[in-house]
């Protein structure tokens, strides 16, 4: 079982810019959220999608949006780039909504 | 909005000793998860305990859902332990939220 897996692992960015994370959920899984960890802080709810919609949202502006395909990966795209994007996102999946498995995370830092 | 406070926020152990970590929420849950943040980010999963007592190893938890609380104990601690612990809940809103977590230093 290879977990859940977040593409690409680092990535710097110019502000402005737009970028796009991706995810692929723990095999069997069909709940994927993804979750903003700024440094030194916990890690807070962004957005939730299942059934390819997104169920819940979390208190980020529209810039933050996202997609579920049929495979149920995900990807998280962020446009217009500012420095406090900066941080470690992460996706995490589960089956419904019950234990929540995390990827290894995508550190964002935007210059 | 629900609440997840930790406590202690920091703790600095000497290898061998053992430790108590402590989660209070607000509201009832439908599901509480402890995970241990490794250096390089990435979230472990210890437990998934919305009530109950778990053991796995040199790790146990207890969540007493009626008062609103978990503990995450840790017995003879190594310098592997070291990170940050995170408490998480989930109260029927579809979004875990974290607590502020514990940073572990445990010292050879």
């Known amino acids: 079982d290879a977990g859940v897996t977040q593409s690409p692992t680092h990535l710097i960015k110019t502000r402005g810019q737009q970028v796009t994370l991706r995810c692929s959920p723990k095999?069997?899984?069909?709940?994927v959220s993804w979750y903003q960890q700024a440094l030194g802080q916990g890690p807070q709810f962004i957005f939730q999608?299942?059934?390819?919609?997104?169920?819940q949202r979390g208190n980020f502006p529209d810039r933050f949006s996202g997609h579920q395909f049929p495979n149920y990966s995900s990807e998280l795209n962020v446009n217009a780039l500012l420095l406090g994007d900066s941080a470690l996102y992460l996706c995490?999946?589960?089956?419904?909504?019950?234990?929540?498995?995390f990827g290894q995370g995508t550190r964002l830092t935007v210059v | 909005g629900i609440q997840v406070e930790q406590s202690p926020p920091d703790l600095i152990l000497q290898e061998g000793a053992n430790s108590t970590l402590r989660c209070n929420f607000s509201?009832?849950?439908?599901?509480l998860q402890w995970f241990h943040q490794n250096p390089w980010g990435q979230l472990i999963n210890l437990f998934y305990?919305?009530?109950g007592t778990k053991q796995n190893g040199r790790l146990s938890a207890t969540t007493v859902a009626t008062e609103r609380y978990s503990l995450l104990y840790i017995s003879s601690s190594q310098t592997t332990d070291s990170g940050v612990y995170f408490c998480?809940?989930?109260?029927?809103?579809?979004?875990?939220?974290f607590g502020t977590g514990t940073r572990l230093k445990v010292l050879a």
């Open positions: 995490a999946s589960s089956w419904q909504n019950t234990e929540a498995f």
């Open positions: 095999s069997g899984h069909d709940t």
């Open positions: 999608y299942y059934e390819e919609e997104e169920r």
């Open positions: 509201d009832s849950v439908n599901n």
């Open positions: 305990i919305p009530s």
């Open positions: 998480a809940v989930e109260a029927g809103t579809y979004k875990y939220i």
